[in-house]
Nanobody
Framework: QVQLVESGGGLVQAGGSLKLSCTAS????????MGWYRRAPGQERELVAT???????NYADSVKGRFTISRDNAKNTVSLQMNSLEPEDTAVYYC???????????????WGQGTQVTVSS
């Protein structure tokens, strides 16, 4: 089974910082894109940031200049450094990865369990 293990969520005051991390299973053959999405109460899941295997990044307009996505290919890890957090950033954040398992010939999208980020005024 594929496991995407997340850490780093929590409660912070506006203007503070958090770093989210997500590590993929060792049984993965290859990983292409990795990224972070979030779902706020009453809203659809939305893109926060993505990063390709080559390191190209893409960000939602609402987080540009505040969030930074990075990856460590040797550790199969993707991180999201979140600075200058705002109450509007409050959401459940999900790690995602487009990957191929060692036992499969197909690339599929896998999701982490989600971690709560709450930003108070």
């Amino acid at each position: 089974q594929v496991q995407l293990v997340e850490s780093g969520g929590g409660l912070v005051q506006a203007g503070g910082s958090l770093k989210l991390s997500c590590t993929a299973s060792r049984r993965i053959f290859s990983i292409n894109g990795m990224g972070w999405y979030r779902r706020a109460p009453g809203q659809e899941r939305e893109l926060v940031a993505t990063i390709t295997s080559g390191g190209s990044t893409n960000y939602a307009d609402s987080v540009k200049g505040r969030f930074t996505i990075s990856r460590d290919n040797a550790k199969n890890t993707v991180s999201l450094q979140m600075n200058s957090l705002e109450p509007e950033d409050t959401a459940v954040y999900y790690c995602a990865a487009d990957l191929r398992l060692r036992s499969s010939s197909k690339q599929e999208r896998y999701w982490g369990q989600g971690t709560q980020v709450t930003v108070s005024s």
